[in-house]
């Protein structure tokens, strides 16, 4: 017996699961030549569909062909080198930006032998002692022309440098603005579709798990060690925050939130081991449809595990908050660098340098096409006041949307000095379905109970598609920060 998904054309025996390469693909992209390593750090598209790759051994290549590829041979050529681990790249105005540790340089290839020949320090007020672990990552523009880079701390623990562990705004004329301190370890940084910026935080101290977080000006992300640099802020961003409790047993992000104003939660905690290690690039879906049915949403690198993750988001009583879905799995290194063009092409750039990954490569550059098909996916996970609703990609069958389809487990982390945190303060929630929508696309799941600040990790086995399909993942990892009021 064969089930037929709606929309795709693809048939499935009964027995058969859908797999991810039903509805994406990778291509993988061969050496320029047998000795180049391609450790990717950043990707950007050129206007003349181009692609720049730049890689933590300093160079930054250029591939044309890269969206034809294999069809047509691409052709790899080396823009600049020289450079000190550049982590972002943007383009604007006739100029390649690229931020490296110490600053943020512009160039361009002014003969047209297709080198950058002319090289520009932007902006450099901040510090670098020469620590492994100082990386500098770098956003595109914003809509204004300002770049935004995250810094890390020195060996992710200390502050020894100015402005080390802070998120930094560069203006068009090359003034550093300081944004929000509280950072920790990112792995990159990047735009949701309504132009809010987030990056990425790795676990560790005050760092529970791994997490995307949103940034705004005057905003404290969570980790204190930076905040010595307020007094070179000269006022832009406020005093100077707290501290939060440096005792032995620590605290709770929701009992911090309200000792410490500034402090953001983290928008989507990334359970660490479960859905991986180390997130990086971000990356929102403007392609408006062209890469599947998830347009508007946030894709999010992730190094250790070598995925992307899929991220729906939402504000809540003006805080952000939302779900995190398994996306892709089966690269060939480690996720860092994420370019999802309008066109619908998704470029990711990596390395297994440092911590590893499950890819067995040392490095990768990769493109990700969508087939055409639609899976089936949990598209959309809101809260409620009393519990969540659910959308899908496809209508469901109401005769598995029942209460035994759906589990679900709650926790937190403890927000500490110490490195990380176990899942703590575990809740076993009763889950019932309320409700389907007219369209069969969507239900309503009571939880009871539902636990502010906890990440509610959501498990859906029985259900099928109208077409007798089940989802292609079956769970979701939502970050409760807020729950919405109940309409009067």
């Not at 961003?237 to 501290?243: H, L, S, T």
């Not at 929701?254 to 905690?269: C, G, H, K, M, S």
């Not at 952000?320 to 309008?342: C, R, V, W």
């Amino acid at each position: 017996m064969a089930a037929i998904a709606a929309g795709t054309g693809s048939v499935f025996a009964a027995d058969e699961a859908p797999k991810e390469s039903d509805y994406y693909t990778i291509t993988t992209f061969d050496a320029p030549a047998e000795d180049a390593v391609i450790e990717g750090g950043a990707v950007e598209l050129l206007p003349d569909d181009r692609i720049a790759v730049s890689t933590r051994r300093g160079q930054i290549w250029t591939v044309e062909n890269a969206f034809e590829y294999p069809a047509k041979p691409a052709k790899w050529s080396v823009f600049a080198e020289y450079l000190h681990e550049p982590l972002g790249l943007a383009w604007r105005d006739g100029w390649l930006y690229a931020v490296q540790r110490p600053e943020v340089t512009r160039m361009k290839d002014s003969d047209g032998d297709g080198r950058a020949d002319v090289f520009e320090t932007v902006a450099d007020d901040w510090g670098i002692s020469g620590n492994y672990h100082e990386y500098a990552f770098g956003s595109k523009f914003d809509p204004q022309g300002n770049l935004y880079t995250v810094l890390c701390l020195t060996g992710s623990f200390t502050s020894e440098a100015l402005f080390r562990g802070w998120v930094l705004k560069i203006t068009p004329d090359g003034k550093t603005v300081p944004m929000a301190s509280g950072v920790r370890s990112p792995g990159g940084i990047g735009f949701n579709a309504e132009g809010d910026l987030f990056y990425t935080d790795n676990q560790g101290a005050w760092n529970g798990s791994s997490s995307l977080k949103w940034v705004k000006p005057g905003a404290f992300e969570g980790n204190p060690n930076g905040n010595i640099w307020y007094p070179y802020t000269e006022g832009a961003i406020g005093e100077r925050p707290v501290n939060p409790p440096l005792t032995e047993e620590g605290s709770r992000t929701v009992t911090e939130r309200d000792n410490i104003p500034e402090y953001l939660p983290p928008a989507v905690i990334l359970p660490h081991g479960k859905v991986g290690n180390s997130p990086t690039g971000i990356v929102a879906d403007l392609s408006g449809g062209k890469f599947g049915p998830f347009a508007g949403q946030v894709f999010v690198g992730e190094q250790t595990h070598s995925k992307v993750h899929r991220v729906f988001l939402e504000q809540v009583n003006g805080v952000y908050q939302g779900a995190m879905f398994p996306f892709m799995e089966g690269f060939d290194s480690g996720n860092i660098g994420l370019l999802l063009t309008k066109s619908g092409a998704m470029f990711t750039s990596g390395s297994n340098r440092g911590w590893g990954a499950r890819g067995t490569r040392n490095w990768n550059f990769e493109r990700v096409n969508w087939t055409g098909k639609i899976p089936f996916e949990i598209h959309e996970m809101r809260a409620r006041p009393d519990g969540f609703e659910l959308t899908f990609t496809e209508p469901i069958d109401p005769e598995t949307a029942v209460d035994a389809s759906f589990e679900m487990e709650a926790y937190t982390y403890i927000y500490q000095k110490a490195y990380g945190s176990p899942e703590v303060d575990q809740v076993t929630p009763k889950v019932s379905v309320t409700g389907i929508g007219d369209d069969g696309k969507s239900l309503v799941l009571k939880v009871e109970p539902l636990t502010r600040g906890h990440v509610h990790e959501l498990h859906v086995k029985g259900l099928r598609s109208k077409d007798g399909l089940p989802l292609l993942h079956d769970v979701a990892y939502y970050t409760l920060n807020e729950i919405p009021a109940a309409k009067q």
